[in-house]
């Protein structure tokens, strides 16, 4: 005798987010999607940066743009490079990065990029969506041309 049940997959529970049962913190998987600030944030560094490291959140708000919090996501796509160190209180978060070779190459419309990417407990586990132009990720509302020559 087969039984056969025909039940609709489940979803993963980090998907819908849980508490965790050990440590009481909230656990959830987030989809985020490459956007505006974050190809701007690109373009300001290719622009101004001169390959150097900067303190980026210092750098692009001396550049005039107040939003760049997830221009630090980059790294996962290999367009920013963390430099390695410690701050004087001993943190390695020193919010330092520079533009790598693979994100001027994206900068110049050389290579495409996943849409989306997906970040666990601060770790990132993959990408997903489809591959986008950095065109398609500034969106309708920035001219990339007045981007680049402005």
């Not at 849980?18 to 989809?31: A, D, E, H, I, N």
């Not at 693979?102 to 770790?123: P, S, T, W």
């Not at 997903?128 to 398609?136: A, K, L, M, R, V």
């Amino acid at each position: 005798m087969n039984i056969e049940f025909d039940f609709p997959p489940m979803p993963d529970r980090f998907d819908n987010g849980f508490v965790c049962g050990v440590c009481g913190s909230y656990v959830k998987r987030y989809t985020r999607k490459f956007n505006s600030n974050m190809a701007i944030a690109m373009i300001a560094l290719l622009k101004h940066s001169k390959g150097k490291f900067v303190h980026l959140e210092n750098f692009l708000k001396e550049h005039g743009y107040q939003r760049c919090g997830d221009a630090s996501y980059l790294i996962h796509y290999g367009f920013l490079e963390r430099r390695i160190g410690n701050r004087e209180d001993g943190s390695s978060r020193n919010g330092e990065y520079k533009l790598t070779g693979r994100g001027v190459m994206f900068c110049e419309g050389k290579i495409k990029a996943a849409q989306k990417f997906k970040i666990l407990h601060n770790r990132f586990e993959g990408f997903s969506g489809n591959d986008i132009t950095i065109q398609d990720a500034l969106g309708e509302r920035f001219n990339y041309t007045e981007l680049m020559n402005g």
